[in-house]
């Protein structure tokens, strides 16, 4: 077991590796196959996780999980590897879109459905419905009235997994049709937006993602992959998962971020839109009109009721404790933060077979002044929870951007002169542990 100064230093004199800057990675690859589906924050790049599974699950007969699935990275990933996988996060949303970028439709169905569609569009009356107020916050009532037939429409389509898809590129679209500043990372109203025609801005993301299916479906058919399992389930990974002791194989994750992205505030236009649908849409009301109950259960959120308990790790309460001389709530939140991680860390340990993998991906980052060095915490907590090390990999994030700096307030991209301005993350790690 490394001593708490032996891991501090480790990390200290880690150099970025080249070989996992991916820095010849375009855009055409890092939207490949079906990952272009639908927004999401903090997703992690598909190579990360092709590498990952290609170094430590090279035989296709392993499963590989991961517990923060968000819009299903691994899961494609693995799929396309041959590998059977397994999906949790608490964001129904995630759901949605890892069901449909895991699930490959026949070319010829999509088209045949993307015509009846638009007849259905020109022919169908929708009954319109009381919409949640928030709906009129954020969008126009014409945009409502549009969106509602182009919603009737899709659920006329008979097929399950069609409609599916067809749903989360409305979905998608709903960011770009609402007044929603368009890159900002918090809800934030942009006053002078220009709003799209709703169909025209539907059916461009419709058709870009039949595109993509297609090479993710030949892609499948050519290496006799098409009828791997690839699962994902609405869970609370600091629970117990629905998985067998010693199931799993290889996890590969990256967890929330403290107090940097509020997921269900981020994913409110689709949870309010589909949440008044409780025909369709079963228990989604429940994420709409409980939406601060819900939301109370991610991981990394503010505001939670402060918990009590051991981290399991030193760093994490000198950390904690600096916090408290800083900003009170901010400490609350951030040992919230590392108490759920303990807990999920526990549950990764009952999963995995022994001498099964964990990859954790994750930044460190800076509060208030304080060092927040999260990458170390959870090669504590791990170490605490049975685990031993493998490898820590530090790696450049390729930030495409001509600016690091975010502007706190909004969270978008903004100028060095900006005095509310934040570092967006240069580094990240990839701290792999193996059970013991
Ligand atoms: C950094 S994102 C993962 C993104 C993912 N790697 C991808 O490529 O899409 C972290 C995810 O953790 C999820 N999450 C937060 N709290 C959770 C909890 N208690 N249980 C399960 N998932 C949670 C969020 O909804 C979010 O999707």
Redesign the pocket.
């Given at each position: 077991m490394q001593t708490v100064a032996s891991i501090q230093k480790t990390f200290k004199i880690l150099k970025p590796q080249e070989k996992w800057s991916f820095r010849d990675a375009g855009r055409s690859q890092t939207t490949a196959f079906t990952h272009a589906y639908h927004r999401?924050p903090?997703?992690?790049i598909p190579q990360i996780v092709r590498k990952l599974i290609e170094d430590y699950a090279p035989d296709n007969t392993q499963v590989v999980c991961?517990?923060?699935?968000?819009?299903?990275?691994?899961l494609v990933e693995a799929k396309l590897l041959g590998h059977k996988s397994i999906g949790?996060?608490?964001?129904p949303v995630?759901k949605l879109i890892t069901q449909t970028k895991t699930v490959p439709i026949r070319p010829r169905t999509l088209v045949n459905n993307r015509n009846k569609f638009l007849k259905y569009y020109e022919t169908t009356t929708p009954h319109f419905s009381n919409r949640h107020e928030r709906i009129s916050y954020w969008f126009d009532e014409e945009t409502v009235h549009e969106l509602d037939r182009i919603y009737f429409a899709i659920k006329k389509i008979k097929e399950y997994n069609t409609r599916r898809f067809f749903l989360c590129a409305f979905s998608h679209n709903l960011k770009n049709c609402s007044r929603w500043l368009m890159k900002s990372i918090k809800p934030t109203i942009d006053k002078n937006k220009v709003i799209p025609n709703p169909l025209k801005s539907f059916l461009r993301h419709l058709d870009l993602m039949i595109k993509k299916n297609e090479q993710f479906y030949s892609k499948l058919v050519e290496s006799g992959y098409e009828k791997v399992s690839a699962k994902m389930y609405r869970?609370?990974?600091?629970k117990k998962l629905p998985l067998n002791s010693s199931f799993i194989d290889l996890i590969i994750?990256?967890?929330?971020?403290v107090t940097s992205y509020e997921?269900a505030d981020l994913h409110q236009l689709s949870l309010l839109w589909f949440g008044d649908d409780p025909k369709h849409f079963k228990k989604w009301n429940r994420f709409s009109d409980e939406f601060i109950d819900f939301r109370r259960?991610?991981?990394?959120t503010r505001s939670k009721k402060e918990k009590s308990g051991d981290f399991d790790s030193v760093i994490a309460k000198m950390i904690v404790n600096d916090l408290f001389q800083v900003k009170r709530p901010l400490a609350i939140d951030v040992a919230n933060y590392f108490l759920?991680m303990k807990k999920v860390f526990g549950e990764m340990h009952r999963i995995l077979k022994p001498g099964g993998k964990a990859c954790i991906i994750i930044g460190n980052t800076n509060l208030r002044g304080v060092e927040i060095s999260n990458a170390q915490v959870v090669a504590e907590q791990m170490q605490q929870a049975s685990f031993k090390k493998v490898e820590f990999i530090k790696r450049e994030i390729q930030n495409k951007m001509i600016t690091p700096w975010r502007d706190s307030e909004t969270g978008k991209f903004t100028g060095k002169d900006n005095h509310s301005k934040i570092r967006a993350y240069e580094f990240e790690y990839v701290v792999v542990m193996e059970k013991y």
């Amino acid at each position: 077991m490394q001593t708490v100064a032996s891991i501090q230093k480790t990390f200290k004199i880690l150099k970025p590796q080249e070989k996992w800057s991916f820095r010849d990675a375009g855009r055409s690859q890092t939207t490949a196959f079906t990952h272009a589906y639908h927004r999401y924050p903090a997703k992690f790049i598909p190579q990360i996780v092709r590498k990952l599974i290609e170094d430590y699950a090279p035989d296709n007969t392993q499963v590989v999980c991961d517990p923060f699935g968000g819009c299903g990275t691994t899961l494609v990933e693995a799929k396309l590897l041959g590998h059977k996988s397994i999906g949790f996060d608490i964001n129904p949303v995630a759901k949605l879109i890892t069901q449909t970028k895991t699930v490959p439709i026949r070319p010829r169905t999509l088209v045949n459905n993307r015509n009846k569609f638009l007849k259905y569009y020109e022919t169908t009356t929708p009954h319109f419905s009381n919409r949640h107020e928030r709906i009129s916050y954020w969008f126009d009532e014409e945009t409502v009235h549009e969106l509602d037939r182009i919603y009737f429409a899709i659920k006329k389509i008979k097929e399950y997994n069609t409609r599916r898809f067809f749903l989360c590129a409305f979905s998608h679209n709903l960011k770009n049709c609402s007044r929603w500043l368009m890159k900002s990372i918090k809800p934030t109203i942009d006053k002078n937006k220009v709003i799209p025609n709703p169909l025209k801005s539907f059916l461009r993301h419709l058709d870009l993602m039949i595109k993509k299916n297609e090479q993710f479906y030949s892609k499948l058919v050519e290496s006799g992959y098409e009828k791997v399992s690839a699962k994902m389930y609405r869970r609370d990974s600091t629970k117990k998962l629905p998985l067998n002791s010693s199931f799993i194989d290889l996890i590969i994750t990256s967890p929330p971020y403290v107090t940097s992205y509020e997921y269900a505030d981020l994913h409110q236009l689709s949870l309010l839109w589909f949440g008044d649908d409780p025909k369709h849409f079963k228990k989604w009301n429940r994420f709409s009109d409980e939406f601060i109950d819900f939301r109370r259960n991610f991981i990394g959120t503010r505001s939670k009721k402060e918990k009590s308990g051991d981290f399991d790790s030193v760093i994490a309460k000198m950390i904690v404790n600096d916090l408290f001389q800083v900003k009170r709530p901010l400490a609350i939140d951030v040992a919230n933060y590392f108490l759920d991680m303990k807990k999920v860390f526990g549950e990764m340990h009952r999963i995995l077979k022994p001498g099964g993998k964990a990859c954790i991906i994750i930044g460190n980052t800076n509060l208030r002044g304080v060092e927040i060095s999260n990458a170390q915490v959870v090669a504590e907590q791990m170490q605490q929870a049975s685990f031993k090390k493998v490898e820590f990999i530090k790696r450049e994030i390729q930030n495409k951007m001509i600016t690091p700096w975010r502007d706190s307030e909004t969270g978008k991209f903004t100028g060095k002169d900006n005095h509310s301005k934040i570092r967006a993350y240069e580094f990240e790690y990839v701290v792999v542990m193996e059970k013991y």
